[in-house]
């Protein structure tokens, strides 16, 4: 379950596809549901799901940071420089960084006018930040732009993993793949 000094541990991997998968649907729905009119039929609903998987998201990342922070990574390959462990230090803190943004503003967006987030009618995120002029056009902008980098991120990461398993052919993709 935990990393060890040669590989990680099938939660952080589970931790780390999960929210792959997660940040990339949810992307796809709001690149989707911006554009949506008011007479289509998905008008309503894709916010609302959107909000609710966002704020169970959230949770999720509360606890992959916790577990990250506690189950030290796997010790850097032999091949890789020490430029590239501080770039790959720095991209996963920019990882974090961008998604707690990402929340932040995608909750300050529909809560702006005061109303609580139901996620999934099971219970509801009350909104506590009210009171900034502009607040849900400003944290709507934010949380796009935000939203941007991150899969800008997510593709540069994904083609250093690529890179690695098939120009250096070493065990970084291996590694989160639990090979």
């Known amino acids: 379950?935990?990393?060890?000094?040669?590989?990680?541990?099938?939660?952080?991997?589970?931790?780390?596809?999960?929210?792959?998968?997660?940040?990339?649907?949810?992307?796809?729905?709001?690149?989707?549901?911006?554009d949506l009119s008011y007479y289509d039929r998905l008008y309503n609903s894709l916010p609302y799901f959107h909000k609710s998987i966002g704020m169970?998201?959230?949770?999720?990342?509360?606890?992959?940071?916790?577990?990250?922070?506690?189950?030290?990574?796997?010790?850097?390959?032999?091949?890789?420089?020490?430029?590239?462990q501080?770039?790959?230090?720095?991209?996963?803190?920019?990882?974090?960084?961008?998604?707690?943004?990402?929340?932040?503003?995608?909750y300050l967006v529909p809560t702006a006018n005061g109303s609580a987030i139901s996620v999934f009618g099971l219970f509801s995120i009350p909104a506590s930040i009210t009171s900034i002029?502009?607040?849900?056009?400003?944290?709507?902008l934010l949380h796009k732009y935000f939203s941007y980098a991150l899969i800008f991120m997510v593709l540069l990461h994904a083609a250093a993993a690529l890179k690695h398993h098939f120009i250096h052919r070493d065990q970084t993709l291996r590694r989160m793949l639990g090979l």
């Open 1 to 34: 379950m935990r990393n060890s000094n040669e590989s990680y541990g099938w939660m952080a991997i589970t931790l780390h596809w999960s929210m792959v998968l997660l940040v990339l649907g949810m992307f796809l729905i709001g690149f989707y549901m911006v």
């Open 56 to 84: 169970l998201q959230a949770m999720l990342f509360v606890f992959w940071l916790y577990w990250h922070l506690s189950n030290p990574s796997p010790r850097s390959l032999a091949e890789n420089s020490r430029l590239q």
């Open 86 to 106: 501080k770039l790959a230090k720095l991209v996963h803190r920019l990882f974090f960084v961008l998604l707690a943004l990402i929340f932040f503003s995608g």
């Open 133 to 140: 002029p502009g607040q849900a056009e400003t944290a709507g």
